[in-house]
């Protein structure tokens, strides 16, 4: 089957298209002819072998990604696709259903004709996936959006409560704006000049450009600040904060878990909220895909389509 692999820690250059064998499901897996996957921070990260702010963190994650080399060859976190096959012991998916999720933990990723995946593991997740909904717009959802949900119902974010987003115009940050927002939170969102209009099309009332507002002038007594790509300590935006205002950060450690998919589907079907897709590109044109997303540029998420 066809797969973008790499060998070697590197640029976007190191993804090369490859045969590889294709995968068997073992008892508890299904095996899925994957129709799209994304480039999201986690495959920049983990194809560069690079933490973009912590050489400890890099140190870690080539010892547990594979020193000097990765040890799983194909990247693709985020997927959707079609059930072509499944093992004895699956009992919630049948040949046939569409489905999307994560890879996480798992043997191989997404950059490939198929996966195997479990139908209940401890660290990624898989869903039905809606008859509404394209397959890219559903592997463009997992990551981004329970990050959010998880680090949101964490902070206990509610009615009538501010929340400013800081780097709203990523994956995570635009699903935070969104969630934000259908949880009836008045919502400001720092993030470039350019995705002004974007911000507040996904539900901020208020915007500030980061590169030309300083911390002082973006004002306001927020009662929670959601730091969504990494850039800002708590430190720093602490005077904008009510007394016991909170600070939650992309930095924590998450969980994905089946029943934030469930609120997400919930709030996609009530038009609260949409994985945001900035470009699609074919799976051949993974290295120019990763090229755009290593940018920090990109508005929500990037799709590789497989099918
Ligand atoms: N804790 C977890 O489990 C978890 C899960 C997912 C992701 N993450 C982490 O969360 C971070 C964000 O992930 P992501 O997928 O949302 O990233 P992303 O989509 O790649 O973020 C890109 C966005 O960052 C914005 N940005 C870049 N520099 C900025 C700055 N100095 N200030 C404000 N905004 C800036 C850009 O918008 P502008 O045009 O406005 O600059 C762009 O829209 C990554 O570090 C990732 O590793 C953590």
Redo the contacts with the bound molecule.
């Keep these: 089957m066809r797969a973008i692999v790499y060998h070697q820690y590197g640029g976007p250059e190191v993804l090369v298209q490859e045969e590889i064998p294709m995968p068997t499901p073992k008892a508890h897996e299904m095996l899925v002819r994957v129709h799209a996957s994304t480039v ?3 495959t ?2 983990m194809r560069s072998g690079q ?3 912590s050489k400890l963190f890099s140190f870690i994650i080539k010892l547990i990604a594979g020193w000097p080399k990765p040890r799983k060859k194909v990247l693709g976190y985020e997927f959707s696709g079609e059930v072509v096959a499944i093992g004895t012991k699956i009992s919630k998916f049948k040949v046939g259903d569409a489905v999307y999720g994560t890879t996480t933990g798992l043997r191989q990723g997404a950059y490939a004709d198929f996966v195997c995946v479990p139908e209940r593991w401890k660290l990624g997740v898989v869903a039905h996936k809606p008859a509404a909904w394209s397959f890219e717009m559903a592997a463009a959802l997992p ?2 959006a ?2 959010a949900v ?2 949101l119902e964490k902070a206990g974010l509610s009615a009538g409560q501010s929340v400013l987003v ?10 935070a704006v969104q969630l934000g927002k259908a949880a009836g939170a008045q919502v400001t969102a ?6 002004e209009a974007l911000v507040k099309e996904w539900g901020a009332s208020a915007h500030f ?3 030309t507002v300083s911390v002082a002038e973006m004002g306001g007594q927020y009662d929670l600040i959601f730091d ?5 300590s708590a430190k720093s935006l602490k005077s904008l904060l009510q007394p016991n205002g909170k600070f939650t ?7 994905e878990k089946a029943e934030y998919l469930q609120k997400l589907q919930l709030l996609v079907a009530a038009g609260q909220f949409e994985p945001h897709i900035d470009r699609v590109y074919p799976l051949e044109e993974a290295v120019t895909a990763h090229a755009y ?1 290593e940018t ?7 799709v590789l389509k497989l099918f």
Excluded at 249 to 255: D, G
């Design positions: 999201n921070a986690g920049l990260v933490h973009p702010d990551v981004g329970m990050t998880h680090l800081y780097g709203a115009g990523g994956s995570v940050g635009s699903a720092v993030c470039s000049l350019e995705k450009d980061y590169k969504a790509v990494g850039k800002v950060s992309i930095r924590q450690i998450t969980s997303a920090g540029r990109k508005a929500g998420n990037v």
